[in-house]
């Protein structure tokens, strides 16, 4: 089963999504990408991705994990209904879920880090207040692990991120 790498239209982190997608598919696990609608993508940086499915039409059930890429663009699947639906049923069906960077709050949102540990991309010292104010419990570390919740605080530690998310898929195997 593939894995689902949820990007916003427009902002994503460029190196979020494209150094973990790499990590990914050099370990034989197969990368879609989805958005807000088919078509193209843009990186906050410059770069551009293809997506394959738009959130609306997502089955959780087609997927091996769901992933949510950060980026400036990925604060707008905070109040995301097909957002956060997709991240409350793939937590029901104890799906591998990844977020990095500001997308952890997207989780938060979802209710799906009420009592869970969590990092979250903190440079503005007020995201990992809103991941705590939702029932998360923040941990300070590049990459935490709670159970099937897999969370990365930025960019920096995209690869770590990408290496952990191979490790947890392939161990379930």
């Avoid at 089955?59 to 109040?79: D, H, L, M, S």
């Avoid at 209904?81 to 977020?99: D, E, T, Y």
């Avoid at 991941?131 to 941990?139: M, P």
């Avoid at 991120?161 to 490790?167: I, R, S």
Wanted: glycine share 8%.
């Amino acid at each position: 089963m593939p894995v689902l790498f949820i990007i916003a239209q427009d902002s994503y982190q460029d190196w979020e999504y494209e150094t973990p997608k790499q990590i990914l598919e050099e370990a034989d696990i197969k990368v879609i990408t989805a958005s807000k609608k088919i078509g193209l993508a843009r990186g906050s940086l410059g770069g551009h991705a293809q997506v394959a499915v738009s959130l609306d039409k997502v089955n959780v059930a087609e997927y091996q994990a769901i992933v949510f890429i950060g980026g400036p663009g990925a604060r707008k699947y905070q109040q995301d209904p097909s957002a956060l639906r997709i991240a409350q049923q793939a937590n029901v069906q104890k799906k591998l879920i990844g977020a990095i960077c500001i997308a952890p709050t997207i989780l938060a949102h979802a209710g799906i880090l009420k009592g869970k540990n969590a990092t979250v991309w903190d440079e503005d010292q007020e995201q990992h207040l809103l991941i705590e104010k939702l029932g998360a419990n923040y941990i300070n570390k590049p990459v935490v692990i709670d159970n099937n919740i897999i969370t990365a605080d930025g960019p920096q530690v995209a690869k770590e991120f990408g290496e952990v998310l191979v490790h947890y898929l392939q161990k379930k195997k």
